[in-house]
């Protein structure tokens, strides 16, 4: 079975200890591990897939946090380097009753950020693995340009690419560079993951118009509704999976998981080609990746909340029957 490798930051999120409060008005934070591609290397290697993470950290107590927390989740953390340059990023969030977040980065510039693409090893990349990176690593000069090289070598090699747009307006100088950038990426992207509300903000148009819009770019397009369900489209076909109806305490990591958990199923199937699974194979895929998300956000904190393969049968097993 090929790996789950992922590339951009991981950073330590400060999460409140109180809920329902402005970021203002917070009183007190707790350390926890994040940042996307780290969540989704995370996600993948609980559900007992081969993942490693990509990035660059402070040569900190933050940056020693984090490599032992992504080892102890079981990603390969080989490719983390650890430089003096400058520290590891920061997160402050805050939660708001529903469990949806406001952010404050600390990240001007942080480690991550400047990771060059000499170091990344074109070794790392073979047949049967699967690329994953997201948009806010895309906004710093050399993180930008190992991305570029990390895709290059992933598709040199026939490797599936994911891309999850993730967006983080406050870490951009204008919405449209966003955009643009995002649109910049898609060219060699296998599989595009976005909610609902990301893909109506990259289009500017209505649901359908903008589902068509992005498969004339990309070959299959995911689309989460939050606890409503989730999408995935190919030009012949769609496949729609009903979310779980479950209490929120935290999002944070819920689109992460969802696509880590969908990657994860990608590579115990051994292809890289979704539109050669049945529509059954990919109601399973997405079924799983709906409970795995549905454990996460019933906890505070993103790595640390992600299930094992034993959590996930039994929550599918105790809400299948109210799917």
Same mark, same amino acid.
Request: charged share 20%; with cysteine; net charge negative.
């Given at each position: 079975?090929?790996? &789950? ?6 950073l ?34 609980? &559900?007992?897939?081969?993942?490693? /993470? ?5 040569? @900190?107590a933050?940056? @020693?946090? /984090? ?24 997160? +402050?969030v ?10 404050? +980065? ?38 930008r ?7 290059e ?6 490797m599936?690419?994911?891309? @999850?747009?993730? /967006? ?5 100088? @204008? ?16 599989? /595009? ?6 893909l ?5 148009? $209505? ?6 819009l ?14 409503? $369900?989730a999408? &995935? ?39 890289a ?28 904190g ?22």
């Amino acid at each position: 079975m090929g790996k &789950l490798i992922t590339i951009g930051e991981a950073l330590i999120d400060f999460m409140p200890r109180e809920t329902g409060a402005p970021l203002s008005d917070v009183s007190a934070f707790e350390r926890a591990a994040g940042g996307a591609p780290a969540n989704v290397a995370a996600c993948a290697a609980r &559900l007992g897939a081969r993942s490693m /993470l990509i990035t660059q950290l402070g040569e @900190d107590a933050f940056g @020693d946090f /984090l490599i032992k927390t992504l080892r102890k989740a079981g990603v390969d953390v080989s490719a983390v380097r650890q430089a003096k340059e400058a520290g590891t990023g920061l997160a +402050f969030v805050s939660l708001r009753e529903d469990g949806e977040r406001e952010f404050l +980065f600390y990240r001007s510039p942080s480690a991550d950020m400047l990771l060059e693409p000499e170091f990344i090893s074109e070794l790392w990349f073979k047949e049967g693995d699967i690329l994953h990176f997201c948009s806010v690593a895309l906004n710093s000069a050399p993180m930008r340009r190992s991305h570029w090289w990390a895709i290059e070598q992933a598709r040199s090699k026939g490797m599936l690419v994911s891309f @999850d747009v993730n /967006l983080r307006f406050p870490l951009w100088p @204008d919405a449209e560079e966003l955009r643009k950038t995002v649109f910049d990426f898609l060219p060699g992207v296998s599989l /595009l993951k976005a909610s609902c509300e990301e893909l109506l903000f990259l289009t500017g148009e $209505g649901h359908d118009e903008s589902v068509s819009l992005m498969l004339k770019k990309v070959p299959v397009l995911l689309v989460t509704y939050g606890n409503k $369900g989730a999408a &995935l489209n190919m030009r012949d076909r769609c496949v729609f999976h009903p979310g779980y109806n479950t209490p929120a305490v935290d999002t944070t990591g819920a689109g992460d998981s969802f696509v880590g958990s969908i990657l994860a199923s990608l590579l115990e199937t051994g292809t890289a080609d979704l539109h050669a699974l049945s529509d059954e194979s990919i109601y399973s895929m997405l079924e799983r990746a709906h409970a795995v998300a549905s454990l996460v956000v019933a906890q505070k904190g993103a790595i640390n909340s992600m299930p094992d393969p034993e959590q996930v049968r039994c929550f599918t097993t105790a809400h299948s029957s109210t799917t």
